[in-house]
């Protein structure tokens, strides 16, 4: 059994990329996992389709890289997804809906 938390989670609204890069961090078991990169739709697609459970069957396996190989592989999700919306002023925009902490 794992204990994950996601504490950050945003992306750069200045961008009008339709998937624009997203960077989490978290802890596994209270040891940082530092910041990984992934993208918009790697947290938009699971939660249209399965809600905060497919997010976090997601991102489970992506913390877990903090401990090296060999890298577990989580669920891929296909749902359609709106764009994020665009921040003419720059802005970092975090993503509430991944910011969470469960146990696996």
């Not at 359609?80 to 696996?104: D, E, F, H, R, Y």
């Amino acid at each position: 059994m794992n204990n994950f938390v996601v504490d950050v989670c945003s992306y750069d609204a200045s961008s009008s990329d339709s998937n624009p890069d997203v960077w989490i961090h978290g802890l596994v078991n209270g040891v940082s996992s530092g910041y990984w990169n992934i993208f918009w739709n790697t947290i938009q697609q699971p939660l249209a389709a399965g809600g905060q459970a497919a997010l976090q069957a997601v991102l489970g396996p992506i913390l877990l890289g903090v401990f090296g190989p060999p890298f577990p592989r989580g669920p891929v999700y296909a749902a359609q997804v709106t764009p994020p919306t665009q921040n003419i002023n720059g802005k970092n925009t975090s993503i509430p809906q991944a910011l969470m902490s469960w146990s696996a």
